[in-house]
């Protein structure tokens, strides 16, 4: 299985095939899907989250393989570039691609640091009362502000791929998970407020959000305020919209 390993990491090459060998039998599981999974897991004394990228289908198999970058291989560049440009997510420390005999992609992984968190956006939008909540949310647009500035559109920014960790009373700090899908552009201020649609804000916190956002870009903050609400409403309606006609014909 070829091996893709930071350089802070080169030292520790075999524990890391151990620890990808070993995945569905030693470590404790975080999230245990259909197709991608995660682990918790210590590699040598540092805890360590090992997600598996199952063997895709025989299409997929070939784009991956010869055409675009597997999402293990994403996911750990992503993180590289993010880190470079001041935006946090945990620490890459390797990727693994397993391929056959004719070149095509088999299982995949892809290795981090684990992030001890404190709670992530999904708490403050089921819970108007959170502490700090209106602080939290202006550092979180601070946050998203900086990525977009750095030229980073998050294609999953929903509300549980950011952990937030308590840094004291008052700041905040903000970590990307589930890197594998982002584009990297100059972005509209149209596409930036897109970009919050997943968030499943409510009205209050459209207002909190376009408002420190506006401050940061210098635009006008009624107008921001008019362009998020209508990303949002038009997401929701969506999501709805399909989520009935599934039921509808019984999917």
Do not use: C
């Amino acid at each position: 299985m070829p091996i893709f390993i930071n350089n802070n990491y080169k030292s520790q090459e075999n524990a890391i095939h151990q620890l990808v060998n070993n995945f569905f039998d030693d470590g404790e599981w975080i999230v245990k899907g259909s197709r991608n999974s995660i682990k918790s897991n210590f590699l040598n004394n540092e805890n360590v989250n090992i997600k598996f990228f199952q063997k895709p289908g025989l299409l997929k198999s070939i784009i991956y393989s010869f055409f675009r970058a597997t999402k293990a291989k994403r996911s750990f560049d992503y993180a590289n570039y993010l880190i470079e440009n001041n935006i946090k997510t945990p620490f890459p420390i390797a990727y693994i691609v397993e391929k056959n005999s004719f070149g095509l992609l088999g299982n995949s992984y892809y290795i981090s640091q684990q992030i001890e968190y404190d709670f992530t956006i999904r708490e403050l939008i089921h819970n108007p009362s959170f502490e700090n909540r209106q602080s939290i949310l202006e550092q979180f647009a601070s946050f998203t502000f900086n990525m977009h500035e750095a030229k980073i559109n998050f294609l999953d920014h929903s509300p549980g791929n950011t952990l937030i960790v308590k840094r004291d009373k008052i700041n905040y700090d903000f970590y990307l998970i589930d890197l594998n899908r982002m584009k990297f552009e100059n972005l509209s201020i149209q596409k930036r407020m897109d970009n919050f649609k997943k968030m499943w804000l409510s009205k209050t916190m459209v207002k909190i959000i376009a408002n420190k956002y506006a401050e940061l870009s210098e635009q006008n903050k009624s107008e921001l305020q008019q362009i998020l609400l209508l990303k949002t409403k038009q997401f929701k309606y969506k999501t709805y919209r399909k989520k009935f006609l599934k039921k509808k014909i019984g999917l």
